[in-house]
């Protein structure tokens, strides 16, 4: 602590976050991993004698001070470690968030009715904006922990001041605090699935309707991004007479085994910075997989790329490497000038600087910045590619910091696949992270069971009962940004006007749902007063 700063009072900022952090796990008023969040995404603001003070702290030292050791990397399957939409800024104090609320009679099994065990969901609530006769929005939570930061910020919050509405975020089954069974082992995980969380929010909507005496007809509108944008849409489709409205913001609402567009879409993205840089990136790549043919080759590679291990020859090892190099590029352009800070202790990396990095370097030199630049980002020494250490990682069933990655990976396997291979050949990353991979990993997490012909049949199962890109739901509005890899399963196009769709040139990752800045490009800003309007327009229907 000395070491951070000669000031006196940030010395002791750090120790009041410490002393908080320890006072939180012992009490169990977070878990480590909405700790972790809280200090990704905002300011841990301190207001005892030191009065109302700021400061951005390192989340690699305040996860160690937390006693945060097991090893997360930091984009995987597609999903930061924190979950794939991370709640925007904080500018307020900790103290002016809304606070956990719990809803304790929520259903195990929502299909089984012989089946009568309940359970305790978090959820966040602010009635600021509303005014008699407004209606509810309701955010619904994804794969990682909700955040109250949500209730205070970000788009929906001024659609709510206009609309005079109550904002609500129900955190998803099984991330954050919403714990339904004991532990997270694969028996227990059938419990776990996108059918489960929309009936969770049928039967949340009538505990709140009822426990608050509202009027029968209050409209609810629901939110989300990225994978709760797809539950956002499928809500809305499922539960027509419940949910008046949709906001499917980055809905990936295709789902797919081989999900080898995402890395094109990461190419194309990248070329808007230029074409040498996705060039140079397949020069370093060949040059890559060249030297990786030879032991000599390999250790030489483990001291370039930071290795927490030396490199082995296990096929395995050898692609998760080659992934975590191409996971560099994708975390950047998938969250490419989003207003959320990312997981990153400086903010604003975009993809424009990684490509500069490559351009202005030759190609392995370039490559191997990029790598300390992401490994410096997150707080890391180095890169742990060992398989078999992160699929033990994944066998663990506690819920802990860190678990919100086995959680998120069951889902890609029982339902939606989204395996970002490199099995497209017009991409610069190489070929050696095939799905043959990825569909591994299934069987060597949860059991044989998890075949690749069983995850097809999970997969057409799943665009069978949604619909996939044949969305029949209506007064659903769907944005995407062209920068954002997801953006290749969502429904770009509609000829139905009770289903619109925003395809927002240049923006990233649900770019339209985080607070509005200065610089975000025209595309953006009129985006969202789309969105605004077909609320307005909506809320004046009848349901």
Known sequence: IGKLSHKTDDRATVLLVVADCQLAIKTGTQT????????????????????????????????????????IPHFMHGRPASGLVPPPPLELPVEALPKDQYFKMQRLDHFDHTNTAVWSQRYFVNSTFHK??????????????????????????????????????LEHRFYGKSHPVSDTSTPNLKYLSSEQALADAAYFRHFFMTSRNMSADTKWVVFGGSYSGALSAWLRTKYPHLFHASVASSAPILAKVDFKQYLQVVTNS?????????????????????????????????Q??????????????????????AGNFEGIVQYNKD??????????TTLTDLCKIMEKNKPMDGYMKVNSLILKQNGQQCNDVVYKDMINGMKQTKFQAGIAGRLWFYQTCTEFGYYQTSDSKQQPFGNMFPIKYWVQQCAD???KKFSPSYINGEIVSTNNYYGALNL??????????????????????????????????????????????PKDPAGLRQARTKILGYLTKWLKEKS
């Open 32 to 71: 480590l991993e909405q700790i972790s969040s809280t200090l990704r995404f905002g300011h841990w603001s301190c207001q005892k004698k030191f009065g109302h003070q700021k400061m951005k702290l390192s989340i690699g030292l305040i996860l160690l001070l937390c006693g945060l050791s097991q090893a």
């Open 132 to 169: 008699k006769g407004g209606p509810i929005f309701l955010m619904l939570g994804g794969e990682g922990p909700a955040s109250p930061v949500w209730n205070v910020a970000g788009a929906w919050q001024m659609y709510a001041k206009k609309l005079n509405a109550i904002t609500i975020q």
């Open 270 to 302: 990248l070329q808007t910075a230029g074409k040498a840089c996705t060039q140079k990136i397949l020069n370093a790549t060949s040059s890559i997989q060249g030297m990786i043919t030879s032991s000599a080759g390999r250790k030489k590679l483990s």
């Open 304 to 325: 370039m790329f930071k290795t927490c291990k030396p490199l082995s020859k296990d096929p395995n090892d050898i692609s998760t490497f080659m992934q975590a190099l």
């Open 339 to 348: 207003n959320i800070g990312f997981e990153r202790h400086t903010t604003g």
């Open 445 to 447: 997490v949860f059991g």
């Open 472 to 517: 029949k739901g209506t007064r659903i509005v769907l944005p995407n940004g062209s920068i954002d890899p997801w953006h290749a399963l969502g429904l770009l196009k509609s000829t139905d006007p009770s289903r619109p769709t925003i395809f927002i040139n240049g923006t990233a990752h649900c770019a339209n749902m985080y607070p509005p800045t």
